[in-house]
Nanobody, 127 residues
Framework: QVQLVESGGGLVQAGGSLRLSCAAS????????MGWFRQTPGKEREFVAA????????YYPDSVKDRFTISRDNAKNTVYLQMNSLKPEDTALYYC????????????????????WGQGTQVTVSS
């Protein structure tokens, strides 16, 4: 099972951009479909983006669609989340997650399907 470490969070003004990275240890990263989730205090964890094992398929909720882009580099064992046009409501602790997936093409939006999680990186968007 891979282990995940997020980085790239920080404080940004509304309208700005950030790129989060999630580095995976282990040699089986390409076997994992990946996702990003976020959580604020007192709320449930929310799905943000997902990408298939091969990187060819992605999926987003309407709340971030056209602003966020998930990508992966299997050679570097890393998944990214490019966040543009950030809003104060994007403020949250962002987690990456991995699912050991048989399908090369499937994305997963349900957090209960994921096998491994990072510790999170904080994103704060000021108004």
């Amino acid at each position: 099972q891979v282990q995940l470490v997020e980085s790239g969070g920080g404080l940004v003004q509304a309208g700005g951009s950030l790129r989060l990275s999630c580095a995976a240890s282990g040699r089986s990263f390409s076997s994992y479909a990946m996702g990003w989730f976020r959580q604020t205090p007192g709320k449930e964890r929310e799905f943000v983006a997902a990408i298939s094992r091969g990187g060819g398929n992605t999926y987003y909720p309407d709340s971030v669609k056209d602003r966020f882009t998930i990508s992966r580099d299997n050679a570097k064992n890393t998944v990214y989340l490019q966040m543009n046009s950030l809003k104060p409501e994007d403020t949250a602790l962002y987690y990456c997650a991995g699912k050991n997936a048989g399908s090369y093409y499937t994305t997963y939006a349900y957090q209960g399907l994921y096998d491994t999680w990072g510790q999170g990186t904080q994103v704060t968007v000021s108004s």
